[in-house]
């Protein structure tokens, strides 16, 4: 130490004030790294670092290192972990009008879930999440859900009576496989590949890129496009993590985040079309141009269900009304 000049002292002394993370937030997400929400939370993560010259940094922990979505959103919640990203469907337990804006064919298009998500009923379900513990920073962009199976290919509803598929751990689809004559087994993403691999269940439904990613292509090679879900993905905030940031810091976070969903929104329609060559090219079997009509109208008992009060009833019209 002692050959070291006062200057050079200073210098360390900077160099490691400037580099260094006063406070490092945890975030959690069930993809790989790689996946368009992963890089998005990561653009998210430099945009915060760069404006806040290094005092705050994000750290995103992909492939379920921290745990499987519903456990990671409670975790979440308590400010065990300070950040999560995922799926409306994984909240509907926790936050009841994500149960509403799971419901199946909801979304006429992609570009409709934007209008939805990007506009005032966007900003009113933001609060839905803050009643609990939680801050919804962005909407990402999670695509179109479809069936995909090991045994056969499905072309109609009557295909679909009685075979066994996974859905995520929620009431909403687990009804929804009812009135399409199916069995549901709700179980966490992280056990879906072995399940269709020892015949515990027949398939699942998802995304062209988690199908692809997940490697569930290579056991269940059956996949119909019929679309039934467009679930928005959020990155939510703990509340307590949230309510250490200054308001300068928050403001930088909430930037950064709505930037990063355009980052990601980009990142996605890409990888929806390079998804879709990889697992056709690998074998998998597209099922296109199915009669959504019938599926659609299987789901009437479901908004039965769901949409009973006053207020669900304005909100899914709003919703419909939306271009
Ligand atoms: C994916 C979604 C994940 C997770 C997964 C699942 O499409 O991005 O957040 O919800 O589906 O089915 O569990």
Same mark, same amino acid.
């Given at each position: 130490?002692?050959? =070291?000049?006062?200057?050079?002292? +200073? ?6 004030? %400037?580099?260094?993370? @006063? ?14 929400? $992963?890089?998005?939370?990561? +653009?998210?993560?430099?945009?915060? @670092? ?29 400010? $065990?972990?300070?950040?999560?990203? +995922? ?9 009841? $009008?994500?149960?509403?804006?799971? =419901? ?17 009923? &966007?900003?009113?379900?933001? +609060? ?7 801050? %919804? ?15 056969? /290919? ?19 689809? $687990? ?27 027949? &398939? ?10 997940? &490697?569930? %292509? ?10 039934? =879900?467009?679930? /928005? ?14 308001? @300068? ?17 980009? =990142? ?13 090219? %690998? ?41």
């Amino acid at each position: 130490m002692k050959f =070291l000049t006062t200057t050079a002292l +200073a210098l360390l002394a900077s160099a490691g004030i %400037a580099g260094a993370c @006063e406070m490092t937030l945890r975030s959690s997400d069930t993809h790989p790294d790689g996946y368009p929400t $992963v890089e998005g939370v990561k +653009a998210m993560a430099a945009e915060v @670092e760069e404006k806040t010259d290094g005092r705050i940094c994000i750290e995103v922990f992909p492939s379920s290192q921290l745990g499987e979505e519903k456990d990671t959103i409670e975790q979440t919640q308590f400010g $065990v972990i300070d950040m999560v990203r +995922a799926s409306f469907g994984s909240f509907n337990d926790i936050v009841p $009008v994500t149960q509403l804006m799971s =419901l199946p064919y909801l979304f006429r298009s992609v570009d409709h879930m934007h209008n939805v998500m990007d506009g005032p009923i &966007g900003e009113e379900i933001a +609060a839905g999440f803050e009643e609990n513990d939680l801050i %919804a920073l962005a909407y990402y962009d999670g695509g179109s859900r479809s069936f995909y199976n090991s045994q056969k /290919p499905i072309q109609s509803i009557e295909d679909l009576e009685g075979m066994k598929f996974r859905v995520m751990q929620n009431d909403v689809f $687990v009804d929804m496989m009812s009135a399409l004559g199916a069995n549901a087994t709700p179980m966490p993403y992280g056990e879906v590949y072995s399940s269709i691999q020892t015949g515990v269940i027949d &398939g699942a439904e998802n995304n062209f890129p988690s199908y692809d990613s997940s &490697g569930h %292509a290579e056991v269940a090679k059956y996949f119909t496009l019929d679309e039934h =879900l467009m679930v /928005p993905e959020l990155v939510a905030m703990s509340k307590s993590t949230w309510e250490k940031l200054s308001p @300068e810091d928050q403001q930088i976070i909430r930037e950064a985040a709505r930037n990063s969903a355009t980052v990601q929104r980009e =990142l996605w329609a890409e990888q929806e079309r390079a998804s879709e060559e990889k697992v056709v090219e %690998a074998g998998a079997e597209i099922i296109r141009d199915i009669d959504k009509t019938p599926f659609i109208e299987a789901m009437a008992p479901v908004y039965e269900k769901y949409v009973t009060t006053p207020e669900s009833q304005d909100l899914v019209k709003r919703i419909q009304e939306t271009e």
